[in-house]
């Protein structure tokens, strides 16, 4: 970067031609939105559930590629949704196969155990998509779907582990390997597993399994759930003794070098399934070895295991810009996991990278022809470096070093410099935030703005990087912010624009950059599309790092600035645009909100309305059945002593039966109002549940966290005790000269002692935190335990809301036979006003007297018949 450079981008900062370029992308943007092939496949799979759509699903998503990696961290509603649809469509499936292999046994009197062992095609198909899925899902707690599944996979899991030729049975290698994918990251998974009634039946048949079979993948996902779900139990602490976990290790660490892939038969399955990846196994030992570090005593067996150290400097010499992308994610896999188990680990991977060759050859893997690979490396160094750069400063001191790193720090910043053709090329932003490219771009220049913190390498990057280019990129990406919709800025984070600020920023602190391009840039970082990607960076709400970085940035600007209000008010100005459009976004919610209880509003109106309708029309229907109730008894005074008390008896029929009616009303009024105390009760107890289960969740997080903090405070224990050894070792050598040196000496005291001061300090810190701990601890088995009792009142509860709704039932076909009773007796009241106009009718033409006398009689003698039959049928 020059003057010339300089001037550039001060051109281009207030160029019109620029603002037209961004607005025609924004418009092609807004008039082609459209979504990535994977969650297209989603979409469909989720519209229409069958086999070609999740074939489809399948072949798109065993892709190796960094959106497919991040899509169920960036899509976790989606996935969830994904996978209800997989479980119902895997057991619905699973259900076909059994009745399916039922009709062949009874058929047939032939039966083979190998056979009837295979699971089909699609079953397969769809537990691997279910573990493509679940990996990097967080699940919570697990739907009704989900849990389902649990059940199925733990009921078919305990009686396939006991079978005979159990290493040949992939279906049984997939389903312990979704369980253990299922448990790994959600808590309240674990939760639901260990809650469930079959469960030490589980238990067993993967003991059994384990002392039975030498298949690798069966023994490492066997240990994996069983880690996850029981190591911190008594049965964890007799299943995992010192003898079994030095096993244990044996068989992880042949799996992470590959001696055990080279020594097995790859010839014992003929499909083609996601187990045939090499790398498969060697991400679930990874894990395993974490789940196994929980422990307190196996973490200090693996941190004095052998083979740990030969393994780390194995996986760094896997990672070079030419090797093979698949082992390179092994490797970054497994070097990131460890990194976080104990500040040993951390120490052991820093000191494998203070060889030269290892650190160039891990930075040069990070422009990887592979996107995924390349990412993953940037988030291993980001990792391994964490808060504290300190560690790594000395391996950038000497000159030649630096030079040396200056193709890698030129290929980052080629990287970038690429990544603003592919924004302003991009046709959906959704597209663009999820692409390889773009993810790439995020954390090669995440990683740069880390390492520019060392300078040598800040230098190196004031040589090369392009301003104008940079400028582009985060104008475009500003621009971007005010175009978008308001409700999707809750989904979109210009991360790139975010990154590249802080990068720019840190550009001002180096001594070789000329006082005009400072300027130019100081004035750049000034503007409103600076200040309007700070606001973004300050109200993200899916990284909280991305927020910590941005404080800290704007408290640097602000504290290097001259004029500190009139910096702040231009900073605020674009902040506060951007809380508007959150704002209105939130607006937007809200009317959507409203307008949709206004249609609920009008719809409750409407059925008010339809009630009201309904209740007149049985009001006409009881004033249409008074009055042909007074018609039948006008009629009835025309006929014989007789019909007056078949009327009568009728009468009194009716009321019997409006009595009993009347009766059983007031039963079932009294049997819901019961049911409805009993199911707002149940609802309070279930709410309840998922209270305690909140808290739980909550309390995990925050032992995470205090776990973490303690790690930290046991590092700067280590240096203050490591500068304090270098003040001993000065004060032996300057003992000869301690006449000359006494004021030195006198300082060298004092600190000593404020160190001291600290030192106690933060030991006190620390036994405050393990009694902060434990007391988390009881009140975590506290909340258990509460847990299981309202689980067990819940159970209850279910059982006699079943029986309430088994006397409902008997009550409602109680009054359907009454209705239908009464409808007989309307038909029959019907036929008799026919009969009596016809009587009147006849009994008005005098020449037809004698033919309605007969038709009397006839009448006399039906009507004796129906009262005789009436008994009858009331006794049936």
């Known amino acids: 970067m020059d003057d010339s450079d300089g001037a550039t981008f001060t051109s281009f900062s207030t160029s019109v031609s620029g603002i037209y370029s961004r607005r025609a992308t924004i418009e092609k943007r807004g008039r082609k939105p459209s979504k990535s092939a994977l969650a297209v496949a989603v979409g469909s799979y989720i519209a229409s559930p069958s086999a070609a759509t999740a074939s489809d699903l399948y072949r798109t998503a065993q892709k190796l590629s960094a959106h497919n990696e991040f899509f169920a961290t960036n899509h976790t509603a989606l996935c969830l949704q994904l996978l209800d649809t997989l479980a119902e469509h895997l057991l619905a499936v699973a259900s076909v196969n059994k009745a399916t292999d039922t009709q062949d046994e009874a058929s047939t009197q032939y039966s083979q155990p190998t056979q009837t062992q295979q699971t089909p095609e699609d079953s397969l198909q769809l537990l691997e998509l279910s573990y493509l899925f679940a ?70 048949s993967l003991t059994i399994l384990l002392n039975s079979t030498e298949d ?9 759930i069983l880690a996850r779900l029981v190591l911190s139990e008594s049965m964890g602490s007799k299943l995992f003794s010192e003898k079994n976990v030095d096993q244990a290790f ?27 990846r090499r790398s498969l196994l ?10 196994l570090a929980d422990s307190q005593e196996i973490l200090e067996l693996l941190e004095k295991y052998p083979k740990i150290l030969p393994t780390i400097d194995n996986c760094f010499m896997v990672i070079n810009l030419n090797g093979e992308a698949e082992q390179i994610l092994v490797a970054a896999h497994f070097l990131a996991s460890i990194v976080q188990l104990s500040h040993v680990f951390r120490k052991m991977l820093i000191k494998s990278l203070s060889d030269q060759d290892v650190l160039y050859r891990v930075l040069q893997t990070t422009v990887h022809p592979s996107k995924l690979a390349a990412t993953t490396t940037a988030q291993l160094i980001l990792k391994v470096i964490g808060d504290d750069i300190r560690s790594i400063r000395s391996l950038f001191e000497p000159s030649e070093n ?21 924004v302003q090329r991009a046709e959906d932003n959704e597209v663009l935030s999820n692409s390889d490219e773009y993810l790439h771009t995020v954390e090669v220049c995440h990683l740069l703005t880390k390492l520019n913190e060392l300078p040598a390498i800040r230098s190196l990057c004031v040589e090369t990087i392009s301003l104008n280019q940079s ?63 700070l606001g973004a960076a300050l109200f993200n709400r899916s990284d909280k790092d991305i927020v910590v970085e941005s404080l800290l940035l704007l408290t640097q600007s602000l504290t290097g600035s001259g004029n500190k209000r009139f910096h702040a008010l231009g900073l605020a100005e674009g902040i506060v645009g951007f809380s508007q459009r959150i704002g209105d976004a939130s607006d937007n919610l809200q009317s959507t909100i409203a307008s949709l209880q206004a249609n609920a509003e009008v719809s409750a109106k409407t059925v008010e309305k339809l009630q009201s309708e309904m209740q007149q029309m049985l009001h006409l229907q009881d004033e249409v059945k008074a009055q042909q109730d007074q018609a039948l008894k006008d009629i009835g005074v025309k006929f014989t002593e007789q019909i007056r008390q078949k009327d009568d008896a009728i009468q009194k029929m009716r009321d019997v039966y409006e ?48 776990k973490r903090k303690v790690q930290v405070l046991e590092i700067r224990i280590e240096e203050i005790a490591q500068t304090h050894s270098v003040a001993m070792e000065e004060m032996k050598l300057r003992e000869k000269e301690l006449e000359e040196l006494r004021e030195e000496i006198a300082t060298i ?11 106690e300090a933060a030991q006190d810190e620390t036994r405050r935190l393990e009694d902060e701990l434990n007391e988390q601890k009881l009140t975590n088995e506290n909340t258990y335990k509460e847990l299981v009792l309202l689980s067990k009142a819940h159970k209850v509860l279910a059982d006699e809301k079943k029986t309430i709704e088994s006397e409902v039932d008997t009550i409602r076909d109680e009054m359907a036979n009454l209705e239908s009773m009464n409808i007989s007796i309307q038909s029959r009241l019907q036929e008799k006003k026919e009969l009596a106009e016809q009587l009147e009718r006849k009994v008005r033409g005098n020449s037809r007297l004698l033919r309605m006398l007969r038709a009397h009689k006839r009448i006399n003698f039906r009507w004796r018949a129906s009262m005789t039959l009436l008994p009858l049928a009331r006794m049936r």
């Open 250 to 276: 044996v068989l992880i660490f042949s799996v992470l070098d590959g001696s055990w892939h080279d020594n097995t038969d790859e010839s014992m399955s003929d499909t083609t399934t996601i187990l045939d």
């Open 282 to 291: 060697q991400m679930v030992s990874a894990d395993l070895l974490c789940d």
């Open 402 to 422: 630096a030079e040396r790193l200056n193709p890698v720090v030129t290929g980052m910043i080629r990287c970038i410099t690429d990544a603003t053709a592919v």
């Open 471 to 533: 400028a582009t990129l985060i104008q475009v990406e500003s621009a971007l912010i005010g175009s978008v919709e308001p409700q999707d800025l809750t989904r979109f984070h210009p991360q790139l624009s975010i990154h590249l600020v802080s990068l720019l920023s840190s550009l001002l602190s180096d001594e070789n950059m000329s006082d005009k391009n400072k300027r130019t840039l100081v004035q750049f970082l000034q503007t409103s599309e600076v200040s309007t990607v």
């Open 216 to 224: 690798a993948e069966l023994l490492v996902f066997s240990m994996a």
């Open 749 to 759: 005291s004092g600190d000593y002692t404020a160190q001291r001061e600290q030192l």
């Open 135 to 204: 990996r990097k899902t967080i699940i919570g707690y697990p739907s009704h779907a989900l849990c389902k599944l649990l059940q199925w996979l733990v009921e078919n899991v305990s009686v396939s582990a006991l079978r005979n030729g159990c290493e040949t049975d992939t279906g049984l290698k997939l389903q312990l390997l979704v369980l253990a994918e299922m448990i790994k990251i959600s808590a309240g998974v674990r939760i639901y597993a260990k809650e469930m009634k079959k469960i030490k039946d589980y238990y067993r």
């Open 659 to 706: 009595i009993k009616l009347r009766e059983v009303t007031m039963q079932c009024e009294s049997m819901g109002q019961h049911m409805n105390k009993q199911i707002s009760s149940l609802q309070q107890r279930e709410s309840l549940l998922q209270e305690s289960r909140a808290k739980r969740g909550i309390l995990e997080d925050e032992n995470s966290e205090l």
